[in-house]
């Protein structure tokens, strides 16, 4: 089975400066179509998971063009120009390009 | 508005069953593959199962649920089910549904608690 790792797991960052998340896999996500279905998910305190990334750089309708996704084969990145204070939350990749679906451990970010 | 409703959960027993289920709106149900995700008390997420869409013949699940939990769907009521049987204390989490193969969307999710 794919593994998805994720670092750092704990992002303190002051507002207004950058932040980035690494993701790992221990394969590569290039699906037989051409596509590398990597997503990404912030979970704010109390609720439900939210698609912020999805095919590693699409950003979803309604998502601030501060947040941008990267990477191919097994590396990806999530990457915050300028964290606001309604970013605080967990944040997760996903890859669904094998079976079974995985998603990474996790990375908390808060405000220093 | 896409909205998903998850209801069925509670509290069980260990080795006892409980079906989950999702209705949807707001979308053509039918066109849609739908999955279910749970999150342990104070853990990460688990992706559990996912069904195709149109005649949904195609399930997949997780290793950790396998022979364990079956997805079904209902087309004409817009909902997908999760029959869990064989009940665990780690199978305790929120279970959301959501949608398609992508996870665009989620539902809010119902809590399961399987305890003595």
């Known amino acids: 089975d794919i593994v998805m790792t994720q670092s750092p797991l704990s992002l303190p960052v002051t507002l207004g400066q950058p932040a980035s998340i690494s993701c790992r896999s221990s394969q590569s996500l290039v699906h037989s179509d051409g596509n590398t279905y990597v997503h990404w998910f912030q979970q704010r305190p109390g609720q439900s998971p939210r698609r912020l990334i999805y095919k590693v750089s699409n950003r979803d309708s309604g998502v601030p063009d501060r947040f941008s996704g990267s990477g191919s084969g097994t590396d990806f990145t999530l990457t915050i120009s300028r964290v606001e204070a309604e970013d605080v939350g967990v944040y997760y990749c996903m890859q669904a390009t094998h079976w079974p679906r995985a998603f990474g451990q996790g990375t908390k970010l808060e405000i220093k | 508005e896409v909205q998903l409703l998850e209801s069925g959960g509670g509290l069980v027993q260990p080795g006892g069953s409980l079906r989950l289920s999702c209705a949807a709106s707001g979308f053509t149900f039918n066109n849609y593959a739908m999955n279910w995700v749970r999150q342990a008390p104070g853990k990460g997420l688990e992706w559990v199962s996912l069904i195709s869409n149109g005649g949904g013949d195609s399930s997949y699940y997780a290793d950790s649920v396998k022979g364990r939990f079956t997805i079904s769907r209902d087309n004409s009521k817009n909902t997908v089910y999760l029959q869990m049987n064989s009940l665990r204390a780690e199978d305790t989490a929120i279970y959301y549904c959501?949608?398609?193969?992508?996870?665009?969307?989620w539902g809010q999710g119902t809590l399961v608690t399987v305890s003595s």
């Open positions: 959501a949608r398609q193969t992508t996870i665009d969307y």
